[in-house]
Every structure is written in structure tokens, then in C-alpha cells.
């Protein structure tokens, strides 16, 4: 989720850009970049490592009169964070410059191909491409270009583009990642959302999906094909500059959640090659992959309950015992690590002091060590043997939300991988299994889609002092996210419990003033799971129920049923879990409370 900003007009840009670079830090900020026309056969072009002030304090010095011009704060998905890996990007010859926010799937096999065709590639990112696709079709017309090498694209992208030779002119394009664009009839603005743009006009044009525009200093003209144009109606935002910040939506949390769609497709795209599972960053050998005896996951909170997940996974296809540790406690053990045991260390930040610990620990035993973070030059990618990242973007909101399915997503194409190299998984099998994983993106869609019975179900919580979830299999993994994320963010007290452990103890805690939300989709135990429910509802409880779409059975014993659409078990903790979270935030905004910074709680918990 990175921030692009764009202008094009009769006074110098300079300014207005670095303005607009720092209403989009939120978005995303290890490197930013900018880039003017200037009349000359050249740009100007400046990138800086770290936050927009970085630039800001380079740039402000320099004279440049420009009028047209591109900038970028960057969320690093593709190359670390470093200056060669900021944008803009240019060509080879440096006069054509692009910016873009969201991830193109295709950038490898693009990469060997223009460089087949000669062109020089100066950083890591997939973006650069771009830049050289452009080089490759430009003909003197910059838009005509563009059209050209967004047909080659696969994956999100909002692109903003200059050329040398068009000095008075930005070409901008869009498919899944926000564009909007305005004009006042002297100047012309890009933007990769709202927020930058108001103070300059609040009557815009949200760009489609297949549009380019072309901006200049006297307007903006559209085009769904080359040479087509079309009008585009213009929408007046009376957002104010934070609800600008949230697209509208009335707090990060809420919109995270309605990001999880995309998050999922980005965090997947990529991964299934020739009917293959690839994951270059776990760079294990095959002699090493077949030593592997043990698969240790280790995190805390969220991570930690997005390792159960895991756990489930490996042990099933790969067949490889798997332990799930927190790492709090795993550190002051004398835990059994070997050489053979294959450690993943699962944290959102990257920088969670007490997974950091356990990864010394692990390493120091002679084990490799694998992490799956969210951001990229975190310190855990620098203290194990390789990262793998989700593709979450910047998650704002203290509660993990979209993170929690990115890191579920990628550990099951971990689980896969692990199957597939130990001949436990055939081509076909896999092939089946990453299709039915994809479906859980638009089903995801569809839940986001109609929340009227999670938000009657809150009513059942709002006035509790505790609550019960209750799950098995993977719905026990999902119960354990699903309490947390109450406790989080309504201060509710709430616990998880495999269903079959209640008639051991926990059931004594039911009665009606304890609501028990159930997780009982469609899975092998689904009937164990009712009879469980059976048992809580003969002492009164309260029973909300998580199904799978056509169990009408479940509402003879559910007071609330919130219906998931049908999918593998394997995946459903995916799907499973967007209930439990927009449930824990109907119950919080019920409550009064903040679910974008809840007390005492941090983003990222960088002490013991
Ligand atoms: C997330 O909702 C929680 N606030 C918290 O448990 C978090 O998951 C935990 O602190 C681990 O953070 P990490 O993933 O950044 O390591």
C-alpha cells in the first residue's frame, strides 16, 4: 500500500508533491521518491531510504522550477527498503519515470524478458518493468505506451508516468489499486487516494479498472482503449482529512477487514508455477528439506494463533510432526531444537522482542530458521536464514485483522511446498488444493458483503461478561483468534476451548449469562461439534453459530447463525475468521470502545 501523488500545472510541483507524499505517509514509508519533467531530455529524479521527511530535507534545497511531476512513499513488497528500490523507477535512458502502488505477479517473467531485449534493470522491485515496457513501446506517445505495457501486466497496479519528451503531461493507469484523479481547470492531480488530493479539488474521478488518463495543466482526458475516450463522472468527497485516510470507511479496522480480499490474492499470487508450489525464499536444499524431522513454529498473539492454523496443515499433507510454541515461553525453556528441526518464526512487525529471542535460541541450536512477516527490513528478516513475506501492506489497526489471513495464506502454501517436496502431495493434488485455496478471496467478498446477521448476533455479547468459543479441528484455531480479537478491542472477557474439552471443567463456567459462540462448518467433526453445542444450550446457554451455507440443521440449535460459504476444512479458517472479527468489532463499537487503538494494547511489542 504504497502513496503516489501527482501534479501537473502552472506553478512549480515541487512543493505540492512533498505536501502530498506527507498526508500518504500512513500508508507506507521505508523509501520515498520524485521525479519532474524539466524541459530538458532529462528528469529530475531524488529518492531517500526512511520517511518522507528524509527527502523532504533534500529536495527542499534544490531549485527545481518544474510544473510537472511524480512522487511516491513506498511500503516495500518486492526489494528491501533501499534508494535503488525507491521510486519513481526510470528506463534505461532516464526519461521515463513511474510510480505505482500494488504488486505485479508477472514482474519475474517480464524482468528476463526485456532484459533478453537489452534493457538494464537497477533495482529489485517488480515496479521497474514498468518503467522499461514503457521504454519498450514508447513511439512519442506516452499514453499509447502505457496502454501498451499494462496489457503485459498481470496483478494490481496504479501507475502515475513521465516522459522527458512530453513535459507537460502524466499518464496514469489502473487496475484493483486505487487511482484518483482531479482537475481545476489550470492543473491537474494524481493521487493513490483521496487524502492527498482535497486540498486541491474535492471533485474527483475515481479511475476504473482498464482506464487511462492523461493528465496536462489545462485538464484531464480519459481513455478505456487507445484512442477511445470516454467521460467519467466527476464525485464531490466531503470527507473530512481522516476519514480521507480510512477510504471513507469509519475506522482502519473496518477497512482492513474489507482489504483482506485483495491481501489474500496478493499474498497467493505467484505461487503456483507449472502446477508447482514455489517459494523461492525458502531457500532449503533438497537434502536439507528431506532431514527435516520436526516443524517448529514460534510467535506470539495473533501469530501464534495463525501457527495452530499451520500446525493442522503440515501435519496433514506433509506429515511432519509439527509443534506450535509461544514464544514467550519457548525462550526460557530447554526446548529440543535440532539441526533437523525446521524452525518458522510467524510476527507481523518483525519485531516482537520475544519471538526475536526465541529465533537467537533456535539458531544458536543449530536450526535454520524461516520468518513470515509483513515488513519487509524488519529486524527478523535480518536475524533468520530467509523471509517469506505476506502481502498485507501496512495494517494500521492494533488488532491484527488482515495480517492474521495473509500469514494463514502463506503458511498454507508453506504446509503445501513441505507436501510437494516430500512426494506427499501429487501435481494434481496440489493444483486442486491452491484453486480451492483462491476461492477463499471472493468468498471472502461475498461474507463483507451482507454482515446484517453477524451485527444481530453482537447483540447477544454486547451486554456479557464473558463468552465462550468453542471449535474443533480448525474451528478450534479460529475460536482462539475469534476470543482474542473480542478481549482486544471490547475489553469483553472471552475464552477458547476445543469443543470436546468443556465436559472436562470449562462447562461449569455455562449458563445463560454466557454466550458460546460455535465454529461449526462443514468439517469432519461438525457432529461432535453439535453434540457439544447440545450440551451448553441444556444449561442455557446463548448460542451464535458459524456454518456452512445450506446447514438449516444448525438453527434447531444456534439462537444466531452466521453462514460462510462452502470450502475445503483445510481453508476454512480463512473464511471462518471474517465473521469472528467484524462480530468482536460489532461488540466493541457497541461498547464504546476505540478497535483501532484499544488500551494497553501496542502495534508491534518490541519489550518482554
Ligand atoms: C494482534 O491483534 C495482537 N495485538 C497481538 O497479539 C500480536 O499478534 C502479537 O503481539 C504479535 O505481534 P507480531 O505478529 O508483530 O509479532
Known sequence: MCGIVGYVGITPAKDILMEGLAKLEYR???????ALTDGTDDLQVVHRVGKVAELASVVDSMDLPSCCGIAHTRWATHGRPSEENAHPHRDCNGRIAVVHNGIIENYADLREELKSQGHVFASETDTETVAHLLEQYYEGDLAEAMFKAVDRLQGAYGLAAICADQPDQIVVARKDSPIVVGTDGSASMVASDMVAVMNFTR??????????????SDGIR?????????HPETTHIDWDEQAAERAGYPDFMLKEIHEQPRVVRDTLAGHLRDGRIVLEDLTLTSEELAAIDRVCIIACGTSYHAGLVARELIEKWARIPTSVEVASEFRYRDPIITSTTLVIAVSQSGETADTLAAVRLAREAGAKVFAVTNCMGSRITRESDGTLYVKANMEISVAATKSFLAQIVCLTLIALFLAQERGRLSEEEIDGLYHELCKTSPQIEKILAD???IEEAATVLEHAHSAMYVGRGIGATVCNEGALKLKEISYLHAEAYAAGELKHGPIALIDEDVPVVAVVTQSPTREKTISNIEEVLARGAHVIAVATEGDTEITKIAEHVIYIPPIDDSFSAITASVPLQLLARFVAKARGCDVDQPRNLAKSVTVE
Request: aromatic share 12%.
Open 451 to 453: 454482515t446484517s446477521a
Open 28 to 34: 507506507g514509508y521505508d523509501s520515498a521518491g520524485i
Open 222 to 230: 480519459y481513455y478505456d482503449a487507445p484512442g477511445h475516450e470516454v
Open 203 to 216: 471533485d474527483v474521478v475515481f479511475l476504473e479498472d482498464g482506464q487511462i488518463a492523461v493528465l496536462s
